[in-house]
């Protein structure tokens, strides 16, 4: 038997994942649960024990974040005082019994899953499977934390289904020394009053507060726990295909209407995910198209088998780029066609549940990424500028990838076209990759061209652009955040990041609760 233990390691910096940079800290501390016996007791615990060091944070007046897999290239979730390692906190809770639920709520016990923070997507994607359920999409590598992931508006290329952060529907958040919430939106309740004894805690349901603490990035509090809608587990089928640029191409991307689509495998069948990826270097080559559909699960396949060497059905241009070095620029667009070429390999049929497809957890080479969000009506101009742009602020040493995701309803979601294209430009870590993403962000302002920055990768953001990019959005999301902390815990939240883009607000006193 043992009790919590919150265990600093005294480290004086830490990197993230990607090496994409160092971060000076007071220290990092690796939360342990305790093992009495009782999960709920040491989920109990783990709560009282992080308020204690919350209070300790704000009598010593230094910054906290709690880290997960420090899977992000940006700086977004790092603190420059106290940094809590989560990852060992990862207990599950499956919800059994009617009387944990809400009489209100749409589905079945079965469609809930309360995860504590730390959980990684692969940890929830096994046991998951194990009982025949699934998570809804997922991002093409299931190396983060549940929280983190969702907290940075992680996605896949699921065109219908959303981002991780649309299949959570509670959340349990340490506010404060003496204050912790669960929090739902009052317009799809969840659980019951009998859950929320077990764990010791109050209802806040509330639509515009949940909304804008789902993408977060860690500045609401410590999230403890969430509640995870699943589904019912399912296969999907894998296909990559070479395919002309032709106009019905460039038709699909701009619209995702596939009714005239002539080259998907299944006819007229709305494909679950499509992403569409151009070589820039060898545009009369065709562009290759990953294309999924969902399938009723079945014992009866074989997943796919990993190959270090080849990008696997999931993963994205980050696993195929990865290994490139950083090499000198002449050389660039000899290197990526002909990595291309033989890593982001064609297949026919593929089959694997999601977590068996979106498993990539390898970081191959020192990579850069940014993400950008686009409107569909723009995706072909943006296409066009940035062949322009490789030839003029290039040659840029990767290649230019397409995701499609539905609009999130979550306040500072970078999801937030009707649905958004995603352009993920991923390169090698060098000063010439850099100045690309420069010279594209520029040239999406010169245009102007509507564009918002996945959090969790790399971008530009200070508060003039965040304004711009999510207006009235970025004052709601504020005000939530004055609703939910007192002035005293907003501090310690109060990161650099938070702060560079004008985030990290304190308003007059609006706490409601």
């Given amino acids: 038997m043992s009790l919590p233990q919150i265990r600093p390691t005294n480290a004086i910096e830490w990197t993230n994942r990607h090496d994409t940079f160092t971060q000076p800290i007071d220290n990092l501390f690796d939360l342990i649960n305790g093992n009495t016996g009782n999960g709920f007791d040491d989920y109990n615990a783990m709560t009282e024990a992080i308020q204690s060091l919350l209070a300790k944070a704000i009598a010593e007046n230094i910054t906290i974040r709690a880290l997960g897999g420090g899977w992000s290239f940006s700086n977004v979730a790092a603190a420059e005082g106290w940094i809590l390692n989560t990852k060992m906190l990862n207990m599950i809770f499956p919800i059994r019994k009617a009387q944990s639920v809400s009489p209100n709520y749409t589905g079945t016990p079965n469609d809930l899953l309360f995860a504590q923070c730390g959980n990684s997507i692969q940890e929830l994607n096994n046991w998951l499977k194990q009982n025949k359920r699934s998570l809804k999409t997922s991002g093409a590598s299931n190396g983060q934390t549940i929280v983190g992931c969702f907290s940075t508006g992680t996605h896949g290329s699921a065109i219908d289904t959303g981002s991780v952060q649309d299949f959570i529907v509670g959340i349990h958040i340490i506010t404060g020394p003496d204050t912790h919430i669960w929090l739902e ?125 080849k990008a696997g059905p999931g993963d994205d241009m980050a696993a ?93 979601a970078f999801t937030r076209f009707a649905p958004t294209c995603i352009l993920e430009l991923d390169g090698t870590e060098s000063a010439t990759t850099r100045n690309f993403y420069a010279a594209v962000w520029n040239e999406l302002e010169a245009r102007n061209i509507p564009y918002t920055f996945h959090w969790g990768k790399i971008h530009n953001l200070d508060e003039p652009k965040t304004r711009k990019m999510y207006g009235a959005g970025m004052d709601e999301w504020i005000k939530q955040r004055n609703k939910i902390l007192a002035p005293e815990t907003m501090k310690i939240f109060n990161t650099q990041s938070l702060k560079d883009c004008g985030l990290d607000k304190i308003l007059p006193a609006l706490r409601p609760f």
């Fill in 185 to 309: 939106r009052g317009s799809y309740p969840v659980v019951s009053d009998l859950f929320l004894e077990k764990f010791k805690t109050n209802r806040v349901a509330d639509d515009e507060l949940f909304n804008a603490a789902l993408v977060s990035f860690g500045s609401f509090g410590f999230i403890h726990g969430v509640m995870i809608e699943t589904e019912p587990i399912y296969l999907l089928e894998c296909y990559r295909k070479k395919i002309p640029i032709d106009d019905t191409f460039k038709h699909i991307m701009e619209t995702l209407d596939f009714s005239n689509a002539n080259f998907i495998p299944n006819g007229n069948e709305r494909p679950f995910h499509f992403q569409a990826v151009i070589d820039q270097y060898k545009l009369s080559g065709g562009a290759y198209a990953t294309i999924m559909y969902k399938r009723s699960y079945t014992d009866n396949y074989q997943p796919p088998v990993d190959d270090f060497n």
């Fill in 320 to 412: 195929v780029v990865g290994i490139i070095t950083d090499i000198v620029p002449a050389l660039t667009h000899l290197l990526v066609s002909k990595l291309v070429k033989t890593s982001y390999t064609l297949y026919e049929g593929d089959m694997g549940t999601s977590g068996e497809i979106f498993r990539n957890n390898n970081i191959r080479g020192r990579l850069l990424s940014t993400a950008i969000g686009i409107p569909l009506d723009r995706v072909w101009e943006v296409n066009n500028l940035l062949i322009k742009l490789n030839k003029t602020s290039g040659p840029f040493s990767g290649i230019f990838s397409y995701r499609y995701v539905k609009k999130s309803s979550a306040t500072l």
